[in-house]
């Protein structure tokens, strides 16, 4: 139930919907299956099975989720009879096809052959905290927050998000904190990190369970490189690895946490996920009430 990846954001200012009028307004696009002749389908999904609300609310805590569902047609095969079709139709007319017949050829053999394709969904996770203002997306690619921020466009009025004011660059405090041998109060720096060139080269260096000594950082300070990306650990109890643009990723909820989960008694699989849910929102929000100050975030 944890999301892997953080793509934070703000509920506008005097944005306020209930989880029920939130549930409304996602019917307008709900998912449906991508017929025979369709690439790709897209829309929002119940994100529980034993309930049939697109907006589920815990603990008042809103779950949201959107499928991305596309058929997967291998380039070869569809090469391959383009190909065969291709020798045909050269038998027939005595001479090769040209650009344009191959282009028409290649789009006709896609659309005969999508009936046949596999299918492929991936489900991205939305929660929202209407209390603390917070809206997150489980997105490991800027295409899936894409997807989620034009599907709210289509979906909520007024626009519900507004993107986080940060007035430092997130590269730059990392770096310091590297120099300094210091995280903000309550995290830890952890053995990975990235450093990338601020020269057109844009070269890369990656550290993986290497501590970078001060030495290693001055050379790469010197040489004009920053910090990019860099693990963290919060409060021993949530570690992750935060970017450039102040995104998560590799979210991993510590031993602490999965005893305190346990401790709950969830007895069947949904109370389980409500569980998940509801601690994984209350320590989030706390990780983020300390982060974002630090990180220069501004609040109108």
């Known amino acids: 139930m944890w999301f892997k990846n953080l793509k934070v954001f703000r509920l506008a200012p005097h944005w306020a919907k209930n989880w029920a009028e939130i549930d409304k307004a996602l019917l307008s696009h709900q998912f449906t299956p ?15 099975e034993d309930d049939d609300r697109l907006a589920v609310s815990v603990s008042g805590q809103i779950l949201m989720a959107y499928r991305v569902e596309k058929k997967l047609l291998p380039a070869t095969v569809v090469n391959q009879e383009v190909k065969a079709r291709a020798q045909i139709l050269e038998a027939e007319q005595g001479y090769r096809p040209g650009r344009k017949q191959m282009k028409d050829l290649k789009e006709m053999v896609t659309e005969s052959l999508l009936p046949r394709a596999f299918s492929i969904a991936r489900d991205i996770r939305v929660w929202i905290d209407p209390v603390n203002q917070w809206l997150v997306i489980d997105a490991a690619a800027s295409a899936q927050t894409e997807a989620i921020l034009s599907a709210l466009g289509k979906t909520m009025h007024p626009y519900p998000v507004e993107p986080l004011r940060l007035n430092q660059s997130t590269a730059n405090l990392m770096t310091t904190w590297l120099i300094n041998g210091e995280a903000p109060e309550g995290f830890s720096i952890d053995a990975d990190s990235q450093w990338q060139s601020g020269s057109h080269s844009a070269s890369v260096i990656r550290y993986a369970k290497h501590a970078v000594s001060p030495e290693e950082i001055a050379k790469h300070v010197e040489a004009g490189y920053q910090c990019t990306r860099l693990a963290l650990t919060w409060q021993d109890r949530i570690s992750f690895v935060l970017t450039d643009t102040a995104d998560f990723k590799r979210i991993s909820a510590l031993d602490i946490l999965e005893e305190r989960a346990k401790a709950e008694g969830a007895t069947s699989e949904q109370e389980k996920l409500d569980t998940d849910f509801t601690l994984m929102t209350s320590e989030l929000n706390q990780l983020l009430q300390e982060l974002m100050p630090a990180l220069g975030e501004e609040r109108s």
Do not use: F, I, L
């Not at 991508?34 to 529980?48: C, F, I």
């Open 34 to 48: 991508a017929q025979d002749q369709t690439g790709v389908s897209e829309g929002w999904v119940k994100p529980r």
